[in-house]
Structures are given as C-alpha cells and as structure tokens.
C-alpha cells in the first residue's frame, strides 16, 4: 500500500443530499416516517399494477423538484478530493446526480441504486429523459407511458422490490476491498446489500470513518465517528484528509 496515495471509497446516502433541498427517506424526519403510505409509490409490484400508483408516484416527482437541486457543499468537498490527485471512487445510494452536477468525474461515481434523471420502459427497456417524462406529467398525461411501445416507464431507480444492478455492486465490491480508507457519509448502513460495504473494507484491512447525524451500526468499528452536520464535517474532513496526503 502506498501511504501517501491511498485509495479512498466515499459511500454516501441521503444525508449528503438533505441541504440541497432533497429529503431523506429513513431518518427520524424522513419521509418513510412521515408518511409510510408514500414508500408503496416507489415499490415495484403496486407501480406495475396500479394506474392510480403511478399517478400519485408521478405527482410526487413532479413535486419533489429533485431535477432542480443543486450540489451542497458536501458534494464539492469530494470533488476538492478528486482534483487532489488523491485516488476516489464515490458510491452512492442517492438517486439525485449531485455528485456529478458537482463536477466529479461521472467514471469514478457507482449509482448504486441508479438514477431519477433517466426513465425506462419496463416493457422494451428503452431509456429516456426524466424531464422530458414530466413535461408530459405537467402537459396533462396523468401516466406518460413509453412511446416506442406504450409500456410503463418507471425511473431508472431501483425500486423497492428490485434488485440491485449485479454489475454495479460487484464495482463496489472491488472498491471496497482495495481501498485504504472507507468513508460513510450521511447513511443508516442499515440496508443491504449496499451496508455489506464497510463490512468487507474493515475486513479488508481499510480504516472507517462515520459521518452521520444518527447512530450507525458500524460507529463502534470506526476509527472516528463525526455527528456534525454534512456540509460543514465534510469539508473539513477532506481538508484535513489533503493535509495528511500533501
């Protein structure tokens, strides 16, 4: 391993993404705890089966504004990571782009549970653009279905009920049994697959680091646990990360 140019895996959840105007899902505010109802909007079988599912579930993207959000501060610290010259790889449970809105290299970023910029149609698997999808929602077509076909478009996010892209988790794998330093900013590590991750780079012989408001299940096996808020830790961590690395 070579000290002064480590490789460092940066997981991030939803939590990177709140000061950007984007909601968690799971945290004590979330919106699963707010309105549990709302979780069915984004499962697969309902989505599929249910015409007045979909409706609700395009009204909620409309409104969300997610498209909109711009990159916080937390976003620009990684990519401060990435022009260092410092080896990073980004792998993120958020759905939301950010990281390459940021300005990081769109290679060196795994969609774990891939994108809300991009719809498919689950019927021929054409892929088209989310704006262009709710353009037609804010048209007056309640459910846009695909043109090519007619089939249901959906996201291009797992959904609740799907499984994670094989190709894109066994990329994560790799990062995170090569890496020196595993980072996990602003997630539960609650849900698998995706929280095997910081298990395999401590049993990879990486360091871990915890930035998160809540209690995670790893805080005990890391080498330090940050509780303050996102986009002021984050930087501060990648600055000092830089010092250490000069």
Known sequence: MNAKRPLIAVLTGAGISTDSGIPDYRGPNGLWQRDPQAQQLVTLGPYLADPEVRRRSWLMRRDAGALAAEPNAGHRALVDLERSGLPVRVLTQNVDGLHQRAGLTARKVL???????????????????MEEALERVAAGEPDPSCRACGGVLKPRTVMFGQALDPVVLQQADVVARNCDLFIAVGTSLQVYPVAALPQIALESGARLIVVNGEPTPFDEAAAEVIREPISTALPALVQRLLAEHA
């Open 111 to 129: 969609e774990l549970h891939g994108t809300a910029r991009e719809v498919e149609c689950v019927a021929c698997g054409v892929a088209g653009s």
